[in-house]
């Protein structure tokens, strides 16, 4: 199994070790590939708004450089996790700065259909609250880049470290972590890979936008050569 996971954080506390939990937990259950990206260290930038990616080409970010390698290892992996600490009832500044980088691969521009095939993972940790805000944001990112199944797990640690987070606390996530690995597993080894009924709608909507009508050259010659204006589907 393949795992890319992308952290919205440098420090290795709460956040990243309820993501290693869940990382142990697979490896002891199959083989596994995993890539850690750590940020901002891994892509420090920020989007600076210049519609580049979405009406020219991706490859003409001015962080492209930076971002291909993420975007290459995303691509190929059967698992993505994201993971952020609460920040203000949300992700962290940095984990908001990659998600928007990806743009371009909202299902409406141009998504990738490797993507209709993975498993998307959102792990959050926090002091009292704002966990769920904080998945919705990073499920949102994975559902509309076309994620077929995606698992959120939120955790109120009550401490500021790792070292604060109490025996009690430590093995509950430690068990939960056990339990998202086992459905992980279970969904990764299902034959038949299906998307969602959402995401055949927003699918059949965004055909629809990049059909006669559309607004964006790139993103219409894309579905085009996809074949997605015809018959042919991501997932298929
Ligand atoms: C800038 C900042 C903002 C935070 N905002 C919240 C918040 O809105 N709600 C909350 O309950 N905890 C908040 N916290 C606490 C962290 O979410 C919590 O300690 C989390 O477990 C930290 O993860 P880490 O140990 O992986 O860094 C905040 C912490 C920081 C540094």
């Given at each position: 199994m393949k795992i890319a996971a992308v952290y919205g954080f440098l420090r290795k506390e709460s956040t990243y070790n309820t993501a290693s939990l869940l990382l142990e937990s697979l490896k002891s259950k199959t083989e596994c590939e995993i890539s850690e990206f750590f940020l901002p260290k891994d892509m420090p930038n920020f989007c600076v708004g210049c519609f580049s990616c979405i009406i020219n080409s991706e490859e003409k970010c001015p962080h492209y450089e930076a971002l291909q390698p993420i975007v290459k290892v995303l691509d190929e992996a059967d698992v993505i996790i994201l993971a952020s600490p609460v920040y203000v009832f949300d992700v962290s500044g940095q984990m908001k700065a990659f998600l928007?980088?990806?743009?371009?691969?909202?299902?409406?521009?141009?998504?990738?259909?490797?993507?209709?095939?993975?498993?998307?993972?959102?792990?959050s940790t926090t002091a009292g609250s704002g966990q769920k805000r904080t998945n919705q944001t990073m499920a949102k990112s994975l559902s509309y880049w076309g994620v077929r199944k995606i698992f959120s797990y939120g955790k109120a640690v009550r401490a500021s470290n790792w070292k604060g987070v109490s025996p009690e606390t430590k093995e509950v996530i430690k068990n939960d972590m056990e339990k998202l690995s086992q459905k992980i597993i279970s969904e990764y080894g299902k034959t038949r890979k299906n998307p969602k009924i959402k995401t055949r709608l927003m699918f059949h909507l965004f055909r629809k936008l990049n059909g006669k009508d559309a607004w964006n050259k790139a993103d219409k010659e894309y579905w085009k050569a996809q074949g997605w204006l015809d018959s042919k589907r991501p997932w298929n």
């Open positions: 928007d980088h990806f743009g371009y691969r909202w299902m409406l521009h141009r998504p990738s259909s490797a993507m209709f095939s993975k498993i998307g993972v959102a792990i």
